[in-house]
């Protein structure tokens, strides 16, 4: 008769590795986040698939083409866009404040704001808004 072993005395030894490897994760599409299968990449930026849906401009969100696209940070904008968003202030930066094309609608609303914020100090320091000289009330 077979002797019967306790469970604590067996030897036990793990299945072999198997042959087979886990499947390469699909990359990621940067706009959404969601896995890209080859069939559905799409080569936007540089060696970045997307998905063909995703490849709008950021900020208008309009379909891009391959001529009309341009990438900044992993982030794709139309021409129109780009040009707004980046070039106009960029240029500005570089240049000693000399800037002789169209100002960028924010720095001209920052211009703005600041002239009324002099206009109500000197309202609350009462200064004459003409000749710029303290009144005494």
Same mark, same amino acid.
């Given at each position: 008769?077979?002797?019967?072993?306790?469970? @604590?005395?067996?030897? /036990? @030894?793990?299945?072999?590795?198997?042959? /087979? #490897?886990?499947?390469?994760?699909?990359?990621?599409?940067?706009?959404?986040?969601?896995?890209?299968?080859? #069939?559905? #990449?799409?080569?936007?930026?540089?060696?970045?698939? $997307?998905?063909? /849906?995703?490849?709008?401009?950021?900020?208008?969100?309009?379909?891009?083409?391959?001529?009309?696209?341009?990438?900044?940070?992993?982030?794709?904008?139309?021409?129109?866009?780009?040009?707004?968003? $980046?070039?106009?202030?960029?240029?500005?930066?570089?240049?000693?404040?000399? $800037?002789?094309? @169209?100002?960028? #609608?924010?720095?001209?609303?920052?211009k703005e704001r600041e002239?009324?914020?002099?206009?109500?100090?000197?309202?609350?320091?009462? $200064?004459?808004?003409?000749?710029?000289?303290?009144? /005494?009330?």
């Open positions: 008769m077979s002797q019967l072993v306790d469970p @604590t005395e067996a030897s /036990w @030894t793990s299945p072999s590795k198997s042959k /087979w #490897a886990i499947a390469p994760s699909s990359p990621c599409c940067p706009a959404c986040r969601a896995p890209i299968y080859p #069939a559905e #990449a799409v080569i936007a930026a540089p060696r970045t698939p $997307f998905h063909k /849906w995703c490849i709008k401009c950021r900020r208008c969100k309009k379909s891009l083409t391959p001529s009309s696209l341009n990438e900044h940070k992993m982030q794709l904008y139309c021409n129109n866009c780009y040009q707004h968003v $980046f070039m106009d202030k960029d240029y500005q930066q570089y240049s000693s404040e000399e $800037f002789v094309g @169209t100002e960028a #609608a924010e720095d001209e609303d920052a002239k009324h914020k002099e206009i109500e100090r000197k309202k609350r320091e009462h $200064f004459c808004p003409e000749c710029e000289k303290q009144v /005494w009330p």
